[in-house]
């Protein structure tokens, strides 16, 4: 019995070509923290912490703080003050990215009937981003409320591990209670979405594939 569906985020519930939008973003970013850093210098080191998280196994280490642990040393800086300065860009900056993005007409009755037959949900998109920026583009996706449809929203805040480790997805599982027999994934990426599965063992999660 399927008792929950785990639904990635970018390109499944948000038409979000990562190619365009990342460089974006980035751009946005270091146009913003330009008076207290060097742009170049932050996206360097940004994309390091980001490896940083990437690699993470420490199950005690929540991705942000195995960002934060690199990124802010790095650049001689407090995490503190750099930290609000994050919060405000999410906040005020990160919104204007809303229009490199397409909305899924499909995506919000979808959800609402698989909360309507009673089963669970998670937003399992890759938790590198901090919970305003997921909750920003859920937002785009059509859902204004996220944290009141989806029991589980993996961030950097509150996860220890990324995409395509299978140690993700058991986490995710964990959250929800439930064994990967379970549960069923969609995403539209094979192999950050679909092959750790097998890495769960004989049943596994189930797994469907949005494709375009």
Request: charged share 25%; hydrophobic share 40%; aromatic share 12%.
């Amino acid at each position: 019995m399927i008792r929950a569906v785990l639904l990635d985020l970018d390109d499944t519930l948000l038409d979000n070509e990562m190619d365009v939008f990342l460089p974006a973003y980035f751009q946005k970013l270091g146009e913003y923290l330009s008076d207290l850093l060097d742009p170049a210098e932050m996206l360097t080191e940004l994309l390091a912490g980001t490896q940083e998280m990437i690699g993470n196994m420490d199950p005690t280490r929540t991705l942000e703080r195995a960002f934060a642990e690199y990124f802010y040393p790095a650049l001689g800086l407090d995490e503190g003050p750099l930290r609000e300065h994050f919060e405000i860009f999410y906040q005020q900056v990160f919104p204007s990215l809303e229009s490199l993005t397409g909305f899924r007409p499909e995506a919000k009755p979808f959800v609402d009937e698989i909360a309507f037959n009673g089963q669970d949900l998670a937003v399992a998109t890759n938790p590198l981003f901090p919970y305003l920026a997921v909750e920003e583009r859920l937002g785009w996706a059509g859902f204004d409320t996220p944290e009141d449809i989806f029991p589980v929203i993996t961030t950097y805040e509150h996860f220890h591990f990324t995409k395509p480790h299978p140690e993700y997805y058991a986490e995710i599982l964990g959250h929800l209670g439930i064994a990967p027999f379970e549960a069923v994934m969609i995403g539209d990426d094979p192999i950050r979405d679909v092959a750790p599965a097998t890495s769960l063992g004989r049943g596994a999660l189930q797994w469907s594939v949005d494709r375009e």
